[in-house]
């Protein structure tokens, strides 16, 4: 369980950060989200601290995952009836709703570009939904974590938000940093002497010459995001699309989709330019092309 904490720690340093800040954004108001504590998931423990019903946001990866965030129904009644009709009666969807999803999907990206950089793990999750649990819901407690955060925003008053997490993702995601080293097979990386061309020694990069000439695409990418069908839809001239990238980040480079460094874009003679930052590490690239 210590280890586990430790992939929380890092995880959520980063994440509350990120969410903390697209909050201020939609709301305006600056809001206060602290880590409270860290436990096996248990049903009881969650009601208590929660409810007997939730509102659960659900992040599911590609291979169905979930990962639910559980909050008070109470906080959002009228997100509450709207999901627990069933039938045309529904109407318009709330405000409220459509600003809940916009932070499951600042969560959705968040999460996706934290795991990516901190632990080389590229993951992709479909688009989040909202339900009711229990009910609707697919939120799981058997060999899960789950992970409490007081929130407050303005003057209203605190409110209690739980993450429940199955132990295989974050296994998954950060096995290698986790549990004993015990019984398992320690893996190294074999170091070979530098590979030469020919027989006199000289260096492999002076041998291939004949590829200077070869034309490779180079992408800079400024962000990414994820949106609904119904959101794409909408999007007309003047439509804002925000990128899970925050302002001063840097821009991403790629050579035939692959990363190979970062950098900041400036303006020469009227025509955009990227000024190289940091380059990402061999290793690294080799890994990510692997």
Do not use: C
Not at 20 to 29: C, M, P, R
Not at 54 to 72: H, K, M, Q, R
Not at 99 to 115: F, G, N, P, R, W
Not at 138 to 157: D, H, L, P, Q, W
């Amino acid at each position: 369980m210590s280890n586990y904490q430790s992939f929380i720690k890092d995880l959520d340093g980063d994440l509350i950060k990120a969410t903390s800040q697209h909050l201020e954004k939609v709301l305006g108001i600056t809001p206060k989200i602290e880590l409270k504590d860290f436990a096996d998931a248990d049903l009881s423990q969650v009601k208590s601290v929660i409810s007997d019903k939730a509102i659960a946001i659900e992040l599911v990866t590609a291979d169905g995952t979930v990962i639910s965030y559980l909050a008070g129904s109470h906080l959002l009644k009228d997100v509450t009836g709207y999901l627990e009709q069933q039938d045309e009666s529904q109407g318009e969807m709330p405000e409220e709703l459509e600003k809940l999803l916009d932070v499951a999907e600042q969560i959705s990206a968040s999460t996706q570009k934290i795991i990516s950089a901190k632990f080389s793990k590229e993951l992709k999750f479909e688009n989040p939904t909202v339900q009711v649990w229990p009910g609707s819901s697919r939120v799981s407690f058997v060999n899960a974590s789950a992970t409490f955060y007081s929130v407050k925003i303005g003057e209203k008053s605190e409110f209690n938000v739980v993450r429940v997490m199955p132990n295989s993702f974050i296994e998954s995601i950060a096995g290698a940093k986790m549990g004993s080293d015990e019984g398992k097979v320690r893996v190294s990386t074999k170091q070979f002497d530098e590979l030469t061309f020919d027989g006199n020694g000289s260096d492999i990069s002076q041998s291939i010459s004949f590829l200077s000439d070869l034309e490779l695409d180079i992408t800079a990418e400024l962000g990414r995001t994820r949106m609904l069908l119904r959101d794409i839809l909408k999007l007309g001239k003047g439509s804002l699309l925000e990128l899970d990238k925050f302002a001063g980040d840097p821009v991403d480079l790629y050579v035939n989709k692959i990363k190979f460094a970062e950098g900041e874009v400036v303006v020469i003679d009227q025509n955009f330019a990227i000024r190289i930052t940091s380059l990402i590490p061999k290793e690294e690239r080799l890994s990510i092309a692997n």
